[in-house]
């Protein structure tokens, strides 16, 4: 049970650069979330997948796309990179049989675009 | 949107109980109080959760005074391995949108 896992742990990008983050979870969640978390601040909601095939907007969602693969798998795709994207990004799950604020997050990649 | 406010950080004793006051002025009749930790490196990790009253896990205990204006987190016996950040969120029971971290409190714990 390996929880919420997330690829890449690293990665740099040139500004204008594309890349998907990959995330999975085993725990056979319905909710999924992307954050980013900027240093020294606290962590701030792109986008969140409530049930598989539904995606909406959190607090910064311009730049980004998601993709709620299936059930376990939920992905955020930077499609031109900026230096403003220059962040550490976590993705998490939950239950909807527990509060949607009882979440459980993956070990978080860190990017680089320059 | 409730809007938290914390203290930005906290030192403290091995040894010693720490408690960590959350302020939340404008919660919600249906909101949530949720608080998680974070060690660096890390993705935070849920601790506690409390609507009102007094909850206890084995890691915490959470107080919540009857107008729900505020939260305390109680942290007994602290270690070293207690050194972290600390985020108070609050929310809505069954939604998952509009979560706010803030900045969280950042706790120092010394031999």
């Known amino acids: 049970n390996a929880g919420v896992t997330q690829t890449p742990k690293f990665q740099v990008l040139k500004t204008g650069q594309s890349m998907t983050l990959q995330c999975a979870q085993d725990m056979n969640h319905n909710s999924m979330y992307w954050y980013r978390q900027d240093p020294g601040m606290g962590l701030r909601l792109i986008y969140y997948s409530a049930s598989e095939g539904t995606t909406d907007k959190g607090e910064v969602p311009n730049g980004y796309n998601v993709s709620r693969l299936n059930k376990r798998e939920f992905s955020l795709r930077l499609e031109s990179a900026a230096p403003s994207q220059t962040s550490v990004y976590f993705c998490?799950?939950?239950?909807?049989?527990?509060?949607?604020?009882?979440?459980?997050f993956g070990p978080g990649t860190r990017l680089t675009v320059t | 949107l409730a809007k938290t406010t914390q203290p930005i950080s906290m030192d403290s004793y091995e040894g010693q109980e720490v408690n960590i006051t959350c302020s939340h002025n404008n919660i919600a009749t249906n909101d949530y109080i949720t608080w998680y930790q974070q060690f660096p490196s890390q993705g935070p990790r849920f601790i506690i959760q409390?609507?009102?009253t007094k909850v206890t896990n084995e890691v915490a205990s959470l107080f919540i005074p009857a107008d729900r204006k505020s939260s305390t987190l109680s942290l007994p016996r602290v270690s070293l391995s207690d050194t972290a950040v600390y985020y108070c969120l609050v929310g809505l029971y069954s939604s998952a949108s509009k979560i706010i971290f803030g900045s969280g409190t950042r706790l120092s714990i010394r031999p």
């Open positions: 409390g609507y009102k």
């Open positions: 998490a799950s939950s239950s909807t049989r527990t509060p949607a604020h009882e979440q459980y």
